[in-house]
C-alpha cells in the first residue's frame, strides 16, 4: 500500500473515530452544523491545507478542496460527513478520508493531474437533522428549491434558515449554484458497500449500476390527547392505533410488491408521555422500488381507514423523491477498465452522486462490506479493503485527469 499509516485512508479514518459516538444509541450521530459534524468539517480543513489544497465553501455550505485552480473540466471525488442517527464509522467519511488518501497516492506516484482535481464534502447527505437526504447536493444543482430547504425544520424546531445562518452562511445566497456545477467535468463517489455482494464475489471493489427510485413520506395522524388512566377504553380516538396499523399496514403491502424496500424507522408522539394518551403521531415512511408511488397510495389508503375507524384524521406529506439513476454508462465502463475490470453492482441507497448524475457524469466505487450491514453501529470494513479502495480511486482518479 501507498502511504504511510497516517495518510492511508484506514489511518486517516481512525483520526476521527472519536468524533461524534452516540453513547445511548451506539455508533455515530453526526448531522449537518451539529458540533460533531463541524469538528469534522474542521479536520477535514486541516487535511486539506496540510496537503496544500485550496479550501472553499460554498454558498449552500459544501466544503471543496482544490488541486490546481478550479476550473471547467474538474475531475471531483469525495462524498459526506454526517451520519444517520446512530450510524456507522464508515457511511460518508470514507469517501471523504479515501479522497484524501488518493490525493497523497498520486504524488507518491509522482502523478500531476493535467486537469483541476477537487475534494468535496456535502452537507445533510442522509437527512438526519432536517430530513431531506442529499440536501447539500440538491442545493448546489437546484433539484430542491432553495424556499423549500430553508423552512425545514430539525426535531428541535430549528429552521434551516437558521441554522445557515448560525453556521456563518448567509440564507439569501442558498440555492443553486450553476458556474460551480459547471467546474465539474466527472464526478467519483467512493463509498463503503451497503448490501452484500463483493463478499461473495471475492472482490474487494466495485462500480456502482444503478439507484434504485426512493422517496420519504411524513404521516400524521391526529385524535384527542387524554388521560390514560381516567379515560376508557371505548371513550377514545387515539392516534397511536392507526399509526401502529399502517406500520404493519407497510410490511405487508411492500411484501407484496416485488423489488420494493419499505421501512418505517422513526415515530414521534406528540406530547410523549407515559400516562399520556397521544395528540398526534408522526411517521416517516421510507418507500423504494420500481413503483413506489403504487405502494405510498396503497400505504395512504391502510392510514386513511385505520384512521377513519378511530375517528381520527391522518395527513401524508413527500418530503423527498429521487427517479432511478442509471450511471453514465461510458463513464462507468471507463471506471471499471482502469481497474482491470471489476464487477458493477446496483444499490438501494441513494447517493449524492446520483444527484449530480442528472447534471454531469457520475460514477461510484463501493468498498466490500463483508457483513452488508449499514446505517447501523456493526457497518464494517478491513483496513486492507478500505487502503485498497482509496488505491482505487487514486488510479481512477489518475485516469481521468491525465
Same mark, same amino acid.
Given at each position: 500500500?501507498?502511504?504511510?499509516?497516517?495518510?492511508?485512508?484506514?489511518?486517516?479514518?481512525?483520526?476521527? #473515530?472519536?468524533?461524534?459516538?452516540?453513547?445511548?444509541?451506539?455508533?455515530?450521530?453526526?448531522?449537518?452544523?451539529?458540533?460533531?459534524?463541524?469538528?469534522?468539517?474542521?479536520?477535514? =480543513?486541516?487535511?486539506?491545507?496540510?496537503?496544500?489544497?485550496?479550501?472553499?465553501?460554498?454558498?449552500?455550505?459544501?466544503?471543496?478542496?482544490?488541486?490546481?485552480?478550479?476550473?471547467?473540466?474538474?475531475?471531483?471525488?469525495?462524498?459526506?460527513?454526517?451520519? !444517520?442517527?446512530?450510524?456507522? #464509522?464508515?457511511?460518508?467519511?470514507?469517501?471523504?478520508?479515501s479522497a484524501l488518501s488518493a490525493v497523497d497516492i498520486l504524488r507518491a506516484r509522482g502523478v500531476t493531474p493535467a486537469k483541476p482535481l477537487g475534494v468535496v464534502v456535502f452537507g445533510e447527505e442522509e437527512g438526519g437533522r432536517f430530513g431531506v437526504p442529499c440536501l447539500g447536493s440538491r442545493l448546489l444543482t437546484g433539484s430542491l428549491p432553495a424556499e423549500k430547504a430553508l423552512r425545514l425544520r430539525d426535531p428541535d424546531g430549528t429552521t434551516f434558515a437558521d441554522a445557515v445562518r448560525g453556521a456563518g452562511l448567509d440564507p439569501e445566497r442558498i440555492g443553486a449554484d450553476p458556474e460551480l456545477v459547471g467546474r465539474i467535468g466527472r464526478f467519483v463517489e467512493l463509498h463503503v458497500e451497503q448490501g452484500r455482494g463483493l463478499i461473495d464475489l471475492g472482490r474487494p471493489v466495485a462500480v456502482g449500476s444503478t439507484v434504485i427510485a426512493h422517496g420519504r413520506w411524513r404521516l400524521t395522524f391526529a385524535g384527542q390527547g387524554n388521560h390514560a388512566g381516567a379515560t376508557p377504553m371505548d371513550d377514545r380516538r387515539d392516534p397511536m392505533l392507526p399509526a401502529a396499523e399502517t406500520v404493519a399496514a407497510v410490511r405487508r403491502i411492500a411484501t407484496s410488491a416485488p423489488g420494493t424496500r419499505a421501512t418505517v424507522g422513526r415515530v414521534a408522539?406528540?406530547?410523549?408521555?407515559?400516562?399520556?394518551?397521544?395528540?398526534?403521531?408522526?411517521?416517516?415512511?421510507?418507500?423504494?422500488?420500481?413503483?413506489?408511488?403504487?405502494?405510498?397510495?396503497?400505504?395512504?389508503?391502510?392510514?386513511? =381507514? #385505520?384512521?377513519? =375507524?378511530?375517528?381520527?384524521?391522518?395527513?401524508?406529506?413527500?418530503?423527498?423523491?429521487?427517479?432511478?439513476?442509471?450511471?453514465?454508462?461510458?463513464?462507468?465502463?471507463?471506471?471499471?477498465?482502469?481497474?482491470?475490470? !471489476?464487477? #458493477?453492482?446496483?444499490?438501494?441507497?441513494?447517493?449524492?452522486?446520483?444527484?449530480?448524475?442528472?447534471?454531469?457524469?457520475? =460514477?461510484?466505487?463501493?468498498?466490500?462490506?463483508?457483513t452488508g450491514v449499514s446505517h447501523a453501529p456493526e457497518e464494517f470494513a478491513e483496513d486492507a479493503d478500505v487502503d485498497a479502495g482509496a488505491e482505487a480511486l487514486a488510479t481512477v482518479l489518475a485516469g481521468l485527469s491525465a
Open positions: 500500500m501507498t502511504g504511510t499509516p497516517e495518510t492511508r485512508a484506514s489511518g486517516l479514518l481512525a483520526d476521527i #473515530a472519536d468524533v461524534g459516538r452516540d453513547r445511548m444509541r451506539g455508533g455515530y450521530s453526526r448531522h449537518v452544523f451539529d458540533g460533531a459534524e463541524c469538528e469534522l468539517r474542521e479536520w477535514f =480543513a486541516g487535511e486539506a491545507r496540510r496537503r496544500g489544497l485550496d479550501l472553499e465553501q460554498d454558498r449552500n455550505g459544501n466544503l471543496w478542496a482544490w488541486w490546481g485552480d478550479p476550473g471547467p473540466d474538474a475531475v471531483v471525488t469525495g462524498s459526506h460527513l454526517d451520519s !444517520v442517527p446512530g450510524g456507522g #464509522a464508515f457511511d460518508g467519511p470514507l469517501g471523504v478520508v408522539a406528540n406530547p410523549g408521555g407515559t400516562n399520556v394518551i397521544a395528540s398526534t403521531v408522526d411517521l416517516w415512511l421510507d418507500a423504494r422500488g420500481p413503483d413506489v408511488p403504487s405502494v405510498v397510495r396503497d400505504v395512504e389508503a391502510a392510514a386513511r =381507514a #385505520a384512521a377513519e =375507524a378511530e375517528g381520527c384524521t391522518v395527513e401524508l406529506r413527500e418530503e423527498s423523491w429521487g427517479d432511478e439513476v442509471v450511471f453514465d454508462p461510458a463513464l462507468r465502463d471507463a471506471v471499471s477498465a482502469e481497474l482491470g475490470g !471489476v464487477p #458493477a453492482l446496483p444499490t438501494g441507497a441513494g447517493h449524492d452522486a446520483a444527484v449530480l448524475s442528472g447534471h454531469v457524469p457520475a =460514477a461510484m466505487l463501493y468498498v466490500r462490506n463483508p
